[in-house]
């Protein structure tokens, strides 16, 4: 009983470090795809903010993670400033606006 108690107490602390890994597994999975689109790795930015960060961090999202509680927010960068224009084929389905 003891040990099935630590090893309980072990997950609930690891899994904030696994769920923040994850999600820079997945920006860089979407940052791969970008770059594979032909967009230099210098010409765009990704962040990964808070949900109810995301309309304020003036870009696209384009993925999420942590359950749904993070966006990736996609920006490009031409001379210098930022632009909210992203590739086709960037994100998912479900981060894509509606039609």
């Not at 970008?34 to 999202?61: H, K």
């Not at 359950?67 to 998912?92: C, F, L, M, W």
Request: aromatic fraction near 4%; charged fraction near 15%.
């Amino acid at each position: 009983m003891k040990a099935s108690t630590w090893m309980l107490t072990l997950f609930c602390l690891a899994a904030p470090l696994a769920a923040q890994a994850s999600c820079e597994s997945v920006k860089a999975d979407i940052s791969q795809k970008i770059i594979n689109n032909g967009v230099p790795e210098s010409g765009f930015t990704l962040e990964i903010v808070p949900n109810d960060q995301a309309d304020q961090a003036g870009g696209q999202v384009v993925g999420h993670c942590e359950n749904d509680t993070q966006k990736i927010v996609y920006k490009r960068q031409q001379n210098g400033e930022s632009e909210s224009h992203v590739p086709a084929s960037t994100g998912t389905s479900q981060d894509a606006p509606a039609q």
